[in-house]
């Protein structure tokens, strides 16, 4: 059982930087891929960065590709989404999940492949 708790998120203007958190309880995290999803209001929940359980590969929406970094910090049991050059599309609320393949080696980037999910945390991207 993995609980995964976000946070980080808030109000920031176009081209400003936020970083998200997420904090896993639980002893077997670092056997885990995880991602990060985000969905705005009225539309689908979708991929926007994932992890493999060592952090030796990561994979990335096209959308966000050269602005968002994805790392993890297994001893600390959290993986964070650093996002720069925010944009107002960028608004949502931003979920990690933990996937169902532990020590997998890829990253899957539909939402049935995870298992576990956060709460999720506010982003919004004023102009």
């Known amino acids: 059982q993995v609980q995964l708790v976000e946070s980080g998120g808030g109000l920031v203007q176009a081209g400003g930087s936020l970083r998200l958190s997420c904090a896993a309880s639980g002893r077997t995290f670092n056997s885990y891929p995880m991602a990060w999803f985000r969905q705005a209001p009225g539309k689908e929940r979708e991929f926007v960065a994932g992890?493999?359980?060592?952090?030796?590969?990561?994979k990335y929406a096209d959308s966000v590709k050269g602005r968002f970094t994805i790392s993890r910090d297994n001893a600390r049991d959290t993986v964070y989404l650093e996002m720069n050059s925010l944009k107002p599309e960028d608004t949502g609320v931003y979920y990690c999940?933990?996937?169902?393949?532990?020590?997998?080696?890829?990253?899957?980037?539909?939402?049935?492949?995870?298992?576990?999910w956060g709460q999720g945390t506010q982003v919004t991207v004023s102009s």
């Open positions: 999940a933990a996937d169902y393949a532990r020590w997998s080696d890829s990253v899957h980037s539909t939402i049935n492949e995870y298992e576990y």
């Open positions: 992890i493999i359980w060592n952090g030796d590969n990561t």
